[in-house]
């Protein structure tokens, strides 16, 4: 697979506003945020999708949403609330595919993300 992106801005061959880092993961903030607070958290390992998700990588998904906590501690929105996102191909609005968890917060944040009338 090519670099993407996020394994550019990991290499720190483009910039990013980065917020933390580790061995498994990096945070940064979104160049186009959709909420007051928006992070993503990456896996330094270069997943794809969900999709490509193995049941190794099962600790690793676990280790974004335990940065995502720690993140919501440390920058004060933790009780007030935030949410966590991961996106997966077309339907699910993936933009870039280097999976990654945003991490909204900062103010109360809409729901549901499909507006469109369900046939039930
Ligand atoms: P997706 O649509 O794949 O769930 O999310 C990709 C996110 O990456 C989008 O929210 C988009 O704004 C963000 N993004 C795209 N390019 C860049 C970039 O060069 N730097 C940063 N910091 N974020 C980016």
Same mark, same amino acid.
Request: proline share 16%; hydrophobic share 35%.
């Given at each position: 697979m090519s670099d993407t992106l996020f394994t550019k801005i990991i290499n720190r061959e483009i910039p990013a506003d980065? *917020?933390?880092e580790d061995d498994l993961s990096l945070a940064f903030r979104d160049i %186009? =945020? %959709?909420a =007051? *607070?928006? $992070? $993503?958290?990456? =896996? /330094?390992?270069p997943i794809v999708t969900i999709n490509d998700m193995q049941e190794e990588d099962k600790v690793l998904f676990g280790h974004l949403f335990y940065v995502a906590r720690q993140l919501a501690g440390e920058m004060g929105f933790a009780e007030d609330g935030y949410r966590v996102v991961m996106n997966c191909n077309e339907h699910g609005g993936q933009s870039v595919y280097h999976v990654h968890l945003h991490l909204l917060a900062g103010k109360p944040l809409g729901w549901p993300p499909y507006?469109? /009338?369900l046939k039930v």
């Open positions: 980065i *917020v933390y %186009q =945020p %959709q =007051p *607070v928006h $992070l $993503l958290i990456i =896996p /330094k390992k507006t469109e /009338k």
